[in-house]
């Protein structure tokens, strides 16, 4: 893992938008898009640079279960807002976290995955360690599956909620196994609550407790942090 170190979100959004800059001019046709606040700098950086991304594919981590494109807190609105809307994509694969037939949803999702094989793989981290919506104990050679959210992430993201009652505790979510295909990774991370998971990542064991550390196992990793998130390295 290559490891770079920035000052603030603000720096880490602009070195991850030169390795997607960078990807793109040596033929990265398709990203792999993440959401939460971590990736909001990097969001920042796209749409206000003058880089034209219609001939471009995103294909996204995860969806809450039971929330549409129309929920203001569903993943699909926040990647609208954040990024599609300012800047047209070719085309954008979400998880349908609406489906009736959720098991039929994640096989087609891992079906997309592999007709649009993604070049940058963009990812947070969760406070214990979960990529994507794969919490401890999730297998590390996963497809997309639907997942249970644990406390602790149900917590964590209670933030974007009214109430805690309303935040999904299901979701779909790539598995470990189809985020480890993309050709490289840049995982960021920011502030002092992602310190412990970070530790595990870089320097535990590879286990499933950690799902992070599965990224130990695949050859082309950039990890962009600040100081805080890298205080127990
Ligand atoms: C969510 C998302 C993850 C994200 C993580 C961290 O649960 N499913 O993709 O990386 O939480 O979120 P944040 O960046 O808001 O700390």
Redesign the pocket.
Known sequence: MEIIRVKNAEEGGKKAFEIIKDGMENGAKVLGL??????ITLYKEMTSSDIDFSDMTSVN??EYVGLGGSDEQSYRHFMNVQLFDKKPFKATYVPNGKADDLGAACKEYDKTIDENPIDIQI????QNG????NEPGAPLDGTTSVVDLTES?IN??KRFFDKVEDVPTK?VSMGIGSILKGKKIVLMAYGENKADAIKGMVDGPVTTEMPASALQNHDDVVVIIDEEAASKL
Do not use: K
């Not at 993440?34 to 990736?39: I, V």
């Not at 979960?130 to 919506?133: E, L, N, R, T």
């Open positions: 993440a959401t939460g606040s971590t990736p981590l995860d990812l947070g981290i969760g979960h990529i994507g919506f992430t964590a993201n979701a």
